[in-house]
């Protein structure tokens, strides 16, 4: 297979891939929604959904790849993401490995198209577009269910938000949550908790990292400690971070949640 990709540039590909490692999350949601989850060999290290790629070996951080362990799987395709990933994809290419970079998306839409570019790749292009179809159904249906301005954080080591650019962002307006800094042009950044304070939104939604206990808890003690009277909201953590087809079904339990406690208010 001969393909032209614009970050990689003319890559040599075969017609079929038996082995395939994945190196981002989404990607290794996307195999499994696609029903090729077995051809998976090895995965990333944040590469945690669903619990059964937990048995496979761990090939990769999110920047820097075990070589010498990947030469031994011997896989067909290595895929990856682009942001972050940019250069790691560059490198492993260089290395002489199978490699394709999927782009990080600005906006769910994004995800789907990702869902087609796989589809075309992988062989599987009607079972991808069907997925994709389903998804865009799901997603049309939560346009505009609430009405109320969000500040959103999710946990990366940090406090990180986000403003516009961001496929996040995107979603949340489409909701009809508007986070408070869409003004913002910058897709991820670390917010001014002052700023915050003073924008004063009607929400708080915190994102955990993955594997915390009592989410809510913890964002409710954050918003005392910063002297925020807002109403809180809180994933289960790493999901509307994670780009996968996954993260519609968390887009749809962040809704619930939020209608909830602007319910309550």
């Given at each position: 297979?001969?393909?032209?990709?614009?970050?990689?540039?003319?890559?040599?590909?075969?017609?079929?891939?038996?082995?395939?490692?994945?190196?981002?999350?989404?990607?290794?949601?996307?195999?499994?929604?696609l029903g090729l989850g077995d051809r998976l060999v090895g995965r990333s290290a944040f590469c945690h959904?669903?619990?059964?790629?937990?048995?496979?070996?761990?090939?990769?951080?999110?920047?820097?790849?075990?070589?010498?362990?990947?030469?031994?799987?011997?896989?067909?395709?290595?895929?990856?993401?682009?942001?972050?990933?940019?250069?790691?994809?560059?490198?492993?290419?260089?290395?002489?490995?199978?490699?394709?970079?999927?782009?990080?998306?600005?906006?769910?839409?994004?995800?789907?198209?990702?869902?087609?570019?796989?589809?075309?790749?992988?062989?599987?292009?009607?079972?991808?577009?069907?997925?994709?179809?389903?998804?865009?159904?799901?997603?049309?249906?939560?346009?505009?269910?609430?009405?109320?301005?969000?500040?959103?954080?999710?946990?990366?080591?940090?406090?990180?938000?986000?403003?516009?650019?961001s496929y996040i962002a995107q979603a949340l307006l489409?909701?009809?949550?508007?986070?408070?800094?869409?003004?913002?042009?910058?897709?991820?950044?670390?917010?001014?908790?002052?700023?915050?304070?003073?924008?004063?939104?009607?929400?708080?939604?915190?994102?955990?990292?993955?594997?915390?206990?009592?989410?809510?808890?913890?964002?409710?003690?954050?918003?005392?400690?910063?002297?925020?009277?807002?109403?809180?909201?809180?994933?289960?953590?790493?999901?509307?971070?994670?780009?996968?087809?996954?993260?519609?079904?968390?887009?749809?339990?962040?809704?619930?949640?939020?209608?909830?406690?602007?319910?309550?208010?």
């Amino acid at each position: 297979m001969r393909v032209f990709h614009e970050l990689l540039g003319p890559l040599e590909l075969p017609d079929r891939f038996g082995r395939i490692v994945s190196l981002a999350p989404n990607l290794t949601d996307a195999l499994f929604a696609l029903g090729l989850g077995d051809r998976l060999v090895g995965r990333s290290a944040f590469c945690h959904r669903p619990a059964q790629v937990l048995s496979l070996p761990v090939v990769a951080s999110y920047t820097k790849t075990r070589l010498d362990l990947l030469r031994r799987l011997g896989p067909d395709l290595v895929l990856l993401s682009t942001g972050v990933q940019r250069e790691q994809a560059l490198r492993l290419k260089e290395e002489g490995f199978p490699v394709y970079a999927v782009p990080l998306p600005t906006s769910p839409y994004g995800i789907l198209e990702n869902l087609s570019t796989l589809g075309h790749l992988l062989d599987v292009e009607e079972k991808a577009l069907e997925l994709a179809h389903q998804l865009a159904l799901r997603y049309a249906r939560l346009k505009g269910r609430l009405s109320a301005t969000v500040y959103f954080e999710m946990d990366l080591g940090g406090p990180i938000t986000v403003g516009r650019g961001s496929y996040i962002a995107q979603a949340l307006l489409h909701l009809g949550l508007r986070p408070i800094f869409l003004d913002v042009p910058q897709a991820y950044f670390a917010p001014d908790l002052e700023e915050v304070k003073r924008r004063r939104p009607d929400l708080f939604l915190y994102e955990p990292k993955p594997w915390g206990k009592n989410p809510l808890e913890k964002a409710k003690a954050l918003a005392q400690e910063r002297g925020w009277d807002f109403l809180v909201v809180a994933t289960d953590g790493d999901e509307l971070a994670h780009y996968g087809p996954m993260f519609f079904a968390f887009l749809e339990k962040a809704a619930q949640r939020a209608e909830e406690a602007l319910a309550k208010a």
